[in-house]
């Protein structure tokens, strides 16, 4: 079972525009991750929030956490062609043996 | 190596075949996890371990999946007597702990014929 949802499921925009994604999630995390995966490869580490934190930078990337809703968002600032991939949200839970736990993902579409 | 690699990339099987993927993770990382994920949606959790020890097999569909990491550094997956549905990509990730940035390999996409 996927705990994780991504909205949109799809995004299309022009280079230099921005483009947000965004994640909501049922129970409690102990932090929240993306990823990205460009079409037949692996899956890429993008950033990491824990649960005490709200936001957090990388680069282009601003990600953003709001556990009273069970939310979180993803900003790619000025996009590029290159960023067009698949985007995933994981969350990590508090206790236990458990694992990431990853979304469906946002296929994002960046046009030159 | 540099990152996590898993061989084979591509296997085709007819069904009823055995087949085994490998995984070798990155030299260190103590955590190492299969992933299943079937075409557009996100990876599934099968299996998790720590060292050697097996600690969460919980996403194995059946008991027709079996994975091992006898030394603790290369694992593999097994799975036997291959089905249609078993068709996806699967996915190793190594990490230093099971709730960190996890590192993925490039996957094993598996088509059962």
């Known amino acids: 079972s996927q705990q994780g949802e991504e909205d949109p499921q799809a995004l299309s925009i022009q280079e230099g525009e921005n483009a947000t994604m965004n994640c909501s999630y049922k129970?409690?995390?102990?932090?929240l991750q993306w990823y990205r995966q460009n079409s037949g490869r692996g899956l890429v580490h993008l950033i990491l929030i824990r649960s005490n934190e709200r936001e957090k930078h990388s680069g282009r990337l601003r990600v953003t956490l709001d556990t009273s809703k069970k939310s979180s968002s993803l900003l790619i600032t000025a996009s590029r062609a290159a960023d067009t991939a698949s985007y995933f949200c994981?969350?990590?839970?508090?206790?236990?043996?458990?694992?990431?736990?990853f979304g469906k993902g946002t296929m994002l579409l960046v046009s030159p | 190596g540099a990152g996590v690699s898993q061989s084979p990339r591509y296997k085709v099987a007819k069904r009823g075949q055995d087949v085994a993927l490998r995984c070798d993770p990155i030299s260190g990382h103590v955590s190492l996890f299969w992933y299943q994920q079937a075409l557009g949606q996100g990876p599934e959790f099968l299996t998790y371990f720590q060292n050697e020890a097996q600690l969460d097999k919980s996403g194995l569909p059946s008991d027709r999946f079996f994975a091992e990491r006898p030394e603790g550094s290369v694992s593999t997956l097994k799975i036997q007597r291959t089905q249609q549905e078993d068709s996806a990509v699967y996915l190793c990730?190594?990490?230093?702990?099971?709730?960190?940035?996890?590192?993925f390999g490039s996957g094993t996409q598996l088509s059962v014929l």
């Open positions: 994981a969350t990590g839970p508090p206790s236990g043996y458990s694992t990431l736990t």
């Open positions: 990730a190594s990490s230093t702990d099971r709730n960190e940035k996890l590192f």
């Open positions: 129970t409690s995390i102990n932090n």
